[in-house]
């Protein structure tokens, strides 16, 4: 059975600091590309940022340049988004995605207060 489950999310003030982690299994988690995605309320569902197998290549999106950092530890079969200096336009429902097996997790409520 695959299992993506995140955790980590919650409320917190603008300008904190938040920490999403991906428990995967059921997958060969170390030959997936893995990503985060969000989609907020009345929005198209959007990548956040991607990291390759091996976690020397990622991706992110502009709005997320700099503020916050994927990675990945395929001996734990984990995925992290480190999210710092969040926006109230962060919030979103956050998920984990695998690439090459294509699975989604249930997703993970961020909320950034202004």
């Known amino acids: 059975q695959v299992q993506l489950v995140e955790s980590g999310g919650g409320l917190v003030q603008a300008g904190g600091s938040l920490r999403l982690s991906c428990a995967a299994s059921?997958?060969?988690?170390?030959?997936?590309?893995m990503a985060w995605y969000r989609q907020a309320p009345g929005k198209e569902r959007e990548v956040v940022a991607r990291?390759?197998?091996?976690?020397?290549?990622?991706y992110y999106g502009d709005s997320v340049k700099g503020r916050f950092t994927i990675s990945r530890d395929n001996a734990k079969n984990m995925l992290y988004l480190q999210m710092n200096s969040l926006k109230p336009e962060d919030t979103a429902m956050y998920y984990c995605?695998?690439?090459?097996?294509?699975?989604w997790g249930q997703g993970v409520q961020v909320t950034v207060s202004s």
């Open positions: 059921g997958i060969r988690f170390s030959i997936n590309i």
């Open positions: 990291i390759s197998t091996s976690g020397s290549s990622t």
């Open positions: 995605r695998s690439l090459i097996q294509d699975f």
